[in-house]
């Protein structure tokens, strides 16, 4: 399993993780959790995907999603998980 | 299971602290090159760095993409040319072609510098050595990406003052030879005492002969983050101080750790050393000099800076020794003037001098760097500015070194413009007695007594 995080930060809007989540089963993009939460007025979202099975390289599922926010308004990041975990876990 | 919080902390040292990985450079060992013929040599070099790093750029950005972690430089160094050109140079114009070479190469396969024109020369120097001290001036006016350094001393040699005053004059030479740019030829000119073999920050980088064939080593850097995180320890005792920048040194640590990994797997090179420095750029919010003043010091500058930079390089040493296994380099904290707004501000205001950055850098991680001077300073009072910084360096067992600018025609008060990352720096003022008499004795300074551990 290849797991990524995707980040979505920006002002609240309706359909933001539909089309987030439409773009990933469109690419057989597994995603594996959410959790959304509003921090400091501003709506935040974390998913834990599966990019194993997707059709696209990784390089470019994290471009697609970049200009996808642009369009939406909001600043969506995606990163392989393993910035976080190493960071975060001893 | 990873939860939003973490994930928007790492996020946020990115985005708004400045967190980056500051260098992947590739070590490269040029020995099996060596011929005496020179445009072999040439040739041998060329091909050589190339087939090791004709995609050390694009595997670094491949990994910034991916980790969404900027990795500002990528870097090459060498065997210090000395060694390698040793047979086939008889001249300064010899060196000098190599020095093209380098460049040449470095343009091609897209690095911002190549490191390793340099020589050893701790005890005394060869004639060789001696030329290509001599061929500075012309190298590093005719090139652009090549670092020189001269490791002029160590604890276990003592230093060797012929090529400390040989070195002055060179200095002053390099200065002249670049006047157009506010003599920014001496930013990539470093003299070293104790330079370690496996240093990836430049200028003073070179991949020393303790080294394997091709080797990958990070260097990282925070101080914005570590700054930020200074910030809910304020008004707390030493011990919170302490633990705070331990933790975030950690953190920053396994980041370089794992792009390091990542870089030397991809690259099939293998992995040396993390360099856990704290090193600034000209940008507001990724200072040293402000994580000092967070300390509680109304500038940098003002009594209790030693004592506030050497917790703060011991620390981030302490933090960073648990997030990788092999750490090198010069871990600990860069404070070079002229790449840190707040060093800027206070050598400005003249709460900063040269004699408080040479106090400094007996507790920082490299020593007096990047420092503008006066233009009319002599070739012996920029020697005996060598010798003082090479002595704190042998006596105390640690690196040190010397990147001081002498930018013809100005003066203090003036300020020189180097662009980029090299920032800008007010010129500092020089102590105006003279060391001709010391300097000019010739000869060697003795390993200090407890350099005899055998």
Redesign the interface.
Known sequence: MNKAIITVVGQDTVGIIARVCTYLSAHQTNVLDISQTIIDGFFNMMMIVDYSTSDKEFGEIVADLDSLGEEIGVRIRCQREEIFTGMHRV | ????M??????QMIEQEKLDVRTITMGISLLDCASDDLATLRTNIYQKISSYAKNLVSTGE?IE?????PIVNKRITVTPISLVAASACNSVDDYVQIAHTLDNIAKEVGVNFIGGYSALVSKSMTPTERLLIESLPQALSETERVCASVNVGSTKTGIDMDAVALLGRKILEVSEATADSDSSGNSKLVVFCNAPDDNPFMAGGFHGVTEGDAVINVGVSGPGVVRTALETARGKDFGVLCETIKRTAF?IT??G??VAQ?ASKRLGVPFGIIDLSLAPTPAVGDSVGEVLEEMGLEQVGAPGTTAALALLNDQVKKGGIMASSYVGGLSGAFIPVSEDQNMIDAAASGCLTIEKLEAMTCVCSVGLDMIAIPGNTTATTISGIIADESAIGMINQKTTAVRVIPVIGKGVGDTAEFGGLLGHAPIMAVNQKSCAAFVNRGGRIPAPIHSFKN
Do not use: D, P
């Open positions: 299971m990873l939860n939003i973490e994930v928007h902390e790492t996020n491949a993409r991916e980790y969404g972690i953190k396994r980041v750790q794992l990542e």
